[in-house]
Structure formats: C-alpha cells, structure tokens
C-alpha cells in the first residue's frame, strides 16, 4: 500500500538549535516528495521537492531534505531554528496519479 | 504570477444552506485541484481538471458536491444542503499539468467553511 507517516506530531526546539522532522514513505517505486509548510490560516507554501535528482535536495529558508531510498525516508533539517519557522509542515508524496498525498503534519514550535 | 487565488476566506452559513467557493489558478496553469483539511489533519484530494475536463474525483465528493471548471480557467465548488460534517478548509492548487513534469501544485489561502 501507498502511504505517507510523519512519525512525530509535534516538535518543539531551541531557537539557534537544529530542527529535524521525520517522514517515512510506502511505495513500490521511487515517487516524487515533497515538503510543504502551512502558517496558521493561511494555504501551503512549498519547501522543497525530490525528482529522482540529487538525494539532497536544498529549500527555502535554509531547509534540506535527504532522500534515502533504502529507508524510505524523506527527513527535514535546518541548522538553526529560528522564531519564524514555527508553523505545521507537511510531507508529501505524488504517487503518480495526479493526487498528493499529505502526512499528517508536525506542529513545529520554536522555544525562545 | 499573481498565485492562485481563492474567494471567499471565510464562509459562515447555516446548516441545510448551499454555498460556492471559487478558485483562480495561476495563469496558464492547466491543471487545478480541490482539497480539503479538517482541523489537524493534513489536506486530502477531492478532484482534479485538466483544462475543463473534471478526470478524478475522491470518494470523500459525496452527491452534495459539484465541481466546475466550465473554461479552463477558474474553477468553482458547490456544496448543497451542507452538513455540519462539511465545516473544514478547502483548498485550491494548480500546477502547469502536461508536458511538465513533476512540478509542484501551487496552493491558494483557502476557504475555511464554517456550519452553524
């Protein structure tokens, strides 16, 4: 089955400290990934994406993201956190079939 | 590219009432989609156009739900008799769609539908 786990609902970290979001993905083929971040009320603002490129691939906002096909994984970092970045982030996977399918979010929360 | 566009932001109504939401994608954008996330959930596919031609539509699109794309363009959804079980935020994207690939869908702000 094709499924997309964000194995954390919330993380909370220092301001200036690093940030890592976990995500894990289920698929028979390399699919594409994304990470998308939503501020409150507000729609989804894309972070970064993986095409079968690069497996590290560079955001906005000095956000990564490494692809590693043999654990499935699709985990977000940032060096230094910083107060702007609180927000929900969401992994998310095209599975080929014109639909995105979303984690279901990390609340990050950055701790003055 | 002025982004993808969505009216009204917020729509309060009673319960039983129909209500339209309209999206504007971003210009020459030849794919528009629909989602929907309720609270604390991530967002989930309700349909999709190519152009105007609607080609999937998600289980979770009971009868109540009528979506539209009659030039290509902006693209509207109807919701009659709404239920409590409607109120969440439903968000539009669209990305260029054929002989792009892998592009990313590009999100709207969102209608967040509220049932009294």
């Known amino acids: 089955a094709q499924s997309v786990t964000q194995l954390d609902s919330h993380v909370s970290v220092s301001e200036g400290t690093p940030v890592l979001l976990r995500c894990n993905y289920s698929?028979?083929?390399?699919?594409?990934l994304f990470w998308y971040v939503q501020h409150p009320n507000k729609g989804l603002q894309l972070l970064l994406k993986?095409?079968?490129?690069?497996?590290l691939v560079k955001g906005i906002n000095g956000f990564e993201a490494e692809f590693k096909k043999s654990e499935t994984s699709f985990h977000l970092t940032k060096p230094s956190a910083h107060m702007s970045d609180a927000a929900e982030y969401f992994c998310?996977?095209?599975?080929?079939?014109?639909?995105?399918?979303f984690g279901t979010g990390t609340r990050l929360t950055i701790i003055p | 590219d002025t982004g993808v566009s969505q009216n009204p932001r917020h729509k309060i109504t009673k319960r039983g009432q129909n209500v339209t939401f309209r999206c504007d994608p971003i210009?020459?954008?030849?794919?528009l989609y629909w989602y929907r996330q309720t609270l604390g959930q991530g967002p989930e596919f309700l349909t999709y156009?190519?152009?105007?031609?609607?080609?999937?539509k998600s289980r979770l699109l009971s009868d109540r739900f009528s979506a539209e794309r009659p030039k290509g363009s902006f693209s509207t959804l109807e919701i009659q008799r709404t239920e409590q079980g409607d109120s969440a935020m439903y968000l539009c994207?669209?990305?260029?769609?054929?002989?792009?690939?892998?592009?990313?869908?590009?999100f709207g702000d969102g209608t967040r539908l509220s049932i009294l």
């Open positions: 994207a669209s990305s260029p769609g054929v002989g792009v690939s892998n592009q990313p869908q590009h």
């Open positions: 698929s028979s083929y390399s699919p594409s």
């Open positions: 993986y095409t079968s490129a690069a497996t």
């Open positions: 998310v996977v095209d599975f080929g079939n014109e639909k995105l399918t």
């Open positions: 210009s020459e954008h030849n794919r």
């Open positions: 156009f190519q152009n105007e031609a609607q080609l999937e």
